[in-house]
């Protein structure tokens, strides 16, 4: 059965398309019609593509892994902070810091400042900083907090991108690309579908279009949320069986990776020390503004 219905679709405004003289030839295949100058989408062909999102969305929250929300454009950003927030999934709706994915511990270093700054302030060291240190680093905390405290539980590379717009999103299009990260998309008719992985045809420029998509990728990644607590909860209960290795020397020697059961590790609480606090005041921008530039060019974004 269909997540969506056609009815839905149409009053949300997702067959609407852009200007004829502005479409991308290769959208052609998801346009119905044209009408008044303006390309009219294939709401059919649009809901066998959602619902295949949505499924394979479901599979990978079932499976433990992340799923990356990238909106930055005004009528979105405060639809996916809401619906994401509430799957506790990462997203970015503020700016999309250049290097995020080829550069990634980068960034992991900026949100463990975050979490070193925050215990910074719980700590008795705090009461001996001078007025003006104390406004430096919440300062900091405050400009960190902007840019990265939605993907603060992001310890690792995400399982797939979910992406409002392709064009605005160029960059964390191209870096998804580039480290095979599987890319779901809105695409509307000015944008090129070519490299996206799981095209929905839609407007990604109304409110009530992105509404409508965004809620039905949450509520995919809810039912698969449900569907791990349940399966955790039956190998809870049965008997664990006893895990050995018959062969010995290097060959015996595997690596085993279970997609449906991955634990995040906790990372390790650095000691607050005089040497820390300093680094702290001495290091105001630990993401260079370079990353945190819409308009990067290739090279900054190379895989370091």
Same mark, same amino acid.
């Given at each position: ?18 200007? %004829? &003289? ?11 019609? *044209? !009408?008044?100058?303006?390309? $009219?989408? +294939? /709401? ?86 001078? %007025? &003006? ?11 960190? *907090? !902007?840019?990265?405290?939605? $993907?603060? +539980? /992001? ?106 059961? $991955? ?42």
């Amino acid at each position: 059965m269909p997540r969506t219905e056609f009815k839905q679709l149409l009053d949300a405004g997702v067959h609407f398309g852009h200007l %004829k &003289r502005k479409w991308n030839p290769a959208m052609a295949p998801y346009i119905f019609m *044209e !009408k008044n100058g303006i390309h $009219i989408i +294939d /709401l059919q062909k649009t809901i066998v593509k959602i619902d295949e999102a949505a499924e394979a969305l479901k599979q990978i929250s079932r499976s433990g892994r992340k799923v990356l929300f990238v909106a930055t454009k005004k009528q979105a950003k405060s639809i996916v902070a809401e619906k994401v927030s509430a799957v506790n999934m990462p997203y970015v709706a503020e700016r999309w810091p250049g290097g995020m994915l080829t550069n990634f511990p980068t960034i992991r270093k900026a949100v463990k400042k975050m979490s070193t700054i925050d215990k910074l302030i719980k700590d008795s060291a705090w009461d001996n900083l001078s %007025k &003006r240190e104390k406004l430096q680093i919440t300062r900091q905390r405050a400009k960190l *907090e !902007k840019v990265l405290g939605s $993907i603060v +539980d /992001l310890t690792r590379l995400p399982a797939a991108l979910f992406i409002v717009d392709v064009l605005k999103e160029k960059i964390a299009v191209r870096e998804a690309q580039r480290l095979s990260i599987p890319i779901f998309a809105m695409v509307d008719t000015n944008s090129n579908p070519e490299g996206i992985d799981f095209v929905i045809p839609a407007n990604d420029d109304a409110s009530q279009s992105i509404d409508l998509i965004i809620s039905t990728m949450c509520e995919a990644i809810k039912d698969g949320l449900s569907d791990r607590k349940v399966e955790r909860e039956k190998d809870e209960t049965a008997d664990e069986k006893p895990f050995t290795l018959k062969k010995t020397g290097r060959k015996a020697v595997v690596k085993i990776i279970v997609e449906d059961d $991955i634990d995040e590790a906790e990372e390790k609480e650095e000691e607050l020390s005089e040497e820390k606090i300093a680094d702290l005041l001495a290091d105001e921008d630990l993401l260079d503004e370079d990353l945190l530039d819409e308009d990067l060019d290739e090279d900054v974004i190379d895989v370091k």
